[in-house]
């Protein structure tokens, strides 16, 4: 009898522990995974490695339509990633422009957010095969933000930031023209709004930034790289088989020719010194390293070139983008025929370049976008292509005296970041105006 009571006694004790056990595991869910299921019941949730000072990680699938006005024409793989603080603490949303990189925004940190990571559609692990090109545009992109973010926001109810960096920060400034309402504020980074397929003031921006003797050493070093082009073929060739690079889709002599020609943007847009650039005694290698440290000669093989086929074909469509000056150079080159980047466009679609996509978008930002934050480098080549908010607007641009296209809010001086989060700080607490 005593020996039953004590089995009676450890059932109910295990029986406990079990429900208590299943209903903590049951409040768990309801927390946060529970929700974000109900939010997106169709989605594949996963709980993910926590970025540091969150609480809660987690990858979204989506199967997110094509076409959102047509979802019967399918969907396709979508990747989010949600990091967890608090409901009711601000929400950061990176609006990529590329593949999802998973790491803790700059603003995330200064702000103390939540943040949600959003792949761009059609890139990184968001790629169907083959891609629907008609289905690449910026406005489906647009869409696939506000679905999410009108989503999220039944579960995050402090003010939201949206932010992103170059085609991201874009992509930023795009998102809040079309939907103004979905973001309280929005800091986009390093962002272009570039004019034509070929914009003319990048060329400007190249024959005037820094000092006429660094932009002559870069002549003089593009030059040198096309004399000694059998040399550079050479070492190319076998940092190739070193790197395990194939270069089929574009050639190596292809390869060499675009990174000469590319050379002076990305000298400017990384913030190249110009005592480290090689003078025409330099041996082979020296020359080669110098020019794969500023371009990366592995931006032309065959990965890169179909890994970036999307942004190219963005660029050509509605984007815009930047030529290439054959001017220093024109006597040396053999295989660059054409200045335009469409060469690295997907050749099986038919593209149309839309010029009035931008400029709506640059209308827009420039005379109404209020509580916007930009950050540029002023040597950046992309910041020649920046926006100019009118004086009227509730809105700071931050140029960094020779700062590149790696420019942040950590590397302005200590005023000028007080000053930025002062903003932030008088924007993210001022009560929204009902009138």
């Given at each position: 009898m005593k020996k039953l009571k004590h089995i009676l006694v450890v059932l109910t004790v295990s029986l406990t522990f079990c429900t208590s056990f299943a209903q903590t595991e049951t409040t768990a869910q309801t927390s946060l995974e529970g929700k974000l299921k109900e939010l997106f019941p169709d989605a594949a949730i996963t709980k993910t490695k926590n970025l540091d000072g969150f609480s809660e990680s987690y990858q979204l699938v989506l199967n997110e339509p094509l076409d959102h006005n047509n979802p019967k024409k399918g969907t396709f793989k979508h990747y989010v990633y949600l990091?967890?603080?608090?409901?009711?603490?601000?929400?950061?949303?990176?609006?990529?422009?590329y593949a999802a990189?998973?790491?803790?925004?700059e603003l995330s940190s200064l702000l103390h957010t939540n943040q949600v990571i959003v792949e761009y559609r059609f890139y990184g692990n968001s790629r169907p095969n083959p891609i629907q090109w008609e289905y690449l545009t910026n406005d489906q992109a647009i869409e696939d933000y506000h679905s999410i973010v009108t989503k999220l926001k039944q579960?995050?109810?402090?003010?939201?930031?949206?932010?992103?960096?170059?085609?991201?920060?874009?992509?930023?400034?795009?998102?809040?023209?079309?939907?103004?309402?979905?973001?309280?504020?929005?800091?986009?980074?390093?962002?272009?709004?570039?004019?034509?397929?070929e914009d003319p003031r990048i060329e400007q921006h190249l024959a005037t930034v820094g000092t006429a003797e660094c932009r002559k050493k870069i002549v003089d070093f593009q030059r040198t790289l096309l004399q000694n082009r059998t040399a550079l073929l050479k070492e190319i060739k076998a940092y190739a088989e070193q790197e395990k690079m194939?270069?089929?889709?574009?050639?190596?002599?292809?390869?060499?020719?675009?990174?000469?020609?590319?050379?002076?943007?990305?000298?400017?847009?990384?913030?190249?010194?110009?005592?480290?650039?090689?003078?025409?005694?330099?041996?082979?290698?020296?020359?080669?390293?110098?020019?794969?440290?500023?371009?990366?000669?592995?931006?032309?093989?065959d990965k890169n070139y179909y890994d970036l086929l999307p942004s190219y074909y963005q660029h050509m469509s509605e984007?815009?983008?930047?030529?290439?000056?054959?001017?220093?150079?024109?006597?040396?080159?053999?295989?660059?025929?054409?200045?335009?980047?469409?060469?690295?466009?997907?050749?099986?679609?038919?593209?149309?370049?839309?010029?009035?996509?931008?400029?709506?978008?640059?209308?827009?930002?420039?005379?109404?976008?209020?509580?916007?934050?930009?950050?540029?480098?002023?040597?950046?080549?992309?910041?020649?292509?920046?926006?100019?908010?009118?004086?009227?607007?509730?809105?700071?641009?931050?140029?960094?005296?020779?700062?590149?296209?790696?420019?942040?809010?950590?590397?302005?001086?200590?005023?000028?970041?007080?000053?930025?989060?002062?903003?932030?700080t008088r924007w993210l607490t001022e009560q929204p105006n009902l009138n």
């Open positions: 990091s967890h603080l608090d409901f009711k603490s601000p929400m950061v949303i990176e609006t990529e422009g990189r998973y790491k803790k925004t579960l995050y109810t402090g003010k939201w930031i949206s932010t992103g960096i170059s085609k991201g920060g874009e992509t930023t400034l795009i998102y809040k023209s079309k939907y103004p309402n979905d973001i309280d504020v929005a800091v986009p980074y390093v962002a272009p709004l570039i004019n034509t397929q194939t270069f089929t889709e574009v050639s190596f002599d292809e390869a060499l020719e675009y990174g000469v020609l590319e050379f002076p943007f990305s000298f400017w847009q990384w913030g190249g010194k110009c005592e480290d650039i090689p003078n025409n005694t330099a041996s082979s290698k020296t020359l080669f390293d110098y020019m794969n440290k500023i371009v990366g000669i592995g931006y032309y093989n984007l815009g983008y930047y030529g290439f000056d054959f001017t220093p150079v024109k006597d040396l080159l053999t295989t660059v025929k054409s200045t335009s980047n469409n060469r690295f466009a997907p050749k099986d679609v038919r593209i149309t370049y839309n010029p009035k996509y931008i400029k709506k978008v640059r209308d827009y930002v420039e005379t109404k976008g209020s509580k916007i934050l930009y950050i540029y480098g002023g040597y950046d080549t992309w910041e020649s292509c920046s926006p100019t908010p009118n004086s009227n607007l509730d809105a700071l641009k931050m140029v960094l005296a020779g700062g590149s296209h790696a420019t942040r809010i950590k590397n302005f001086s200590e005023q000028d970041q007080d000053k930025i989060m002062n903003t932030l």
